[in-house]
């Protein structure tokens, strides 16, 4: 069974999203639908965030054999994620 996600709107396109936080620490905002995957496929298409905070890259596959489930970033497929993108350092 997996753990309950904290729920939330993107602030840019208004989305229903979940937060996940990663190894490093941060919160990542994802898409609500859940996502199978066989990790490490040579025909990989896929990267996805475990609700346990992993970044994990594969082949999706709709049923069947996956090796992994998750949440794709939404970052990926937000119109305005650009405006939400915390800058580096040497950007002005």
């Known amino acids: 069974m997996t753990k309950q996600?904290?729920?939330?709107?993107?602030k840019g396109c208004g989305a229903d999203i979940y937060w996940i936080r990663t190894h490093?620490?941060?919160?990542?905002?994802?898409?609500?639908?859940r996502k199978l995957i066989l990790a490490?496929?040579?025909d990989s298409d896929t990267t996805i965030?475990?609700?346990?905070?992993?970044?994990?890259?594969?082949?999706?596959?709709?049923?069947?054999?996956?090796?992994d489930y998750g949440y794709e970033s939404h970052f990926a497929t937000c119109p305005a994620a650009a405006e939400y993108r915390r800058k580096k350092d040497n950007q002005i």
Do not use: H, I, S, W
Request: charge should be positive; include cysteine; hydrophobic fraction near 30%.
């Open 24 to 33: 490093a620490g941060r919160l990542m905002p994802v898409n609500t639908t």
């Open 40 to 42: 490490d496929a040579k």
């Open 49 to 67: 965030v475990t609700d346990k905070g992993e970044v994990v890259t594969g082949k999706q596959v709709e049923n069947g054999f996956y090796t």
């Open 5 to 10: 996600l904290p729920k939330g709107k993107c």
